[in-house]
Nanobody, 126 residues
Framework: QVQLVESGGGLVQAGGSLRLSCAAS????????MGWFRQAPGKEREFVAA????????YYADSVKGRFTISRTNAKNTVYLQMNSLKPEDTAVYYC???????????????????WGQGTQVTVSS
């Protein structure tokens, strides 16, 4: 079992930046592929970004490429999401997920992730 706690959300104007953090405890953090997803009101949870367990590969949704950067520090059991050039359409609750099974081709699928945090609200005003 692993516990995930997100932080860093808040209210920001369009064009601004935020850095989300997800702290993990419990099992071996470095063995998990980690992902960020978001869910806006009335919409399904959608993939934002992911990073491999070995920190050698990153994945991004087309909507955030070039604006968001995912990274991890295994020594601190933490994964980050740096969000720049924020847009009102980025407004959502952002969730951190940990993928223990790591099956190929499913990095963008929320059902692939075994553990989730409670989420952190990001609101971008126009």
């Amino acid at each position: 079992q692993v516990q995930l706690v997100e932080s860093g959300g808040g209210l920001v104007q369009a064009g601004g930046s935020l850095r989300l953090s997800c702290a993990a405890s419990g099992r071996t953090f470095s063995s998990y592929r980690m992902g960020w997803f978001r869910q806006a009101p009335g919409k399904e949870r959608e993939f934002v970004a992911a990073i491999s367990a070995s920190d050698t590969s990153t994945y991004y949704a087309d909507s955030v490429k070039g604006r968001f950067t995912i990274s991890r520090t295994n020594a601190k059991n933490t994964v980050y999401l740096q969000m720049n050039s924020l847009k009102p359409e980025d407004t959502a609750v952002y969730y951190c997920g940990a993928d223990e099974t790591i099956r190929a081709g499913r990095v963008m699928t929320s059902g692939e992730y075994d553990y989730w945090g409670q989420g952190t609200q990001v609101t971008v005003s126009s």
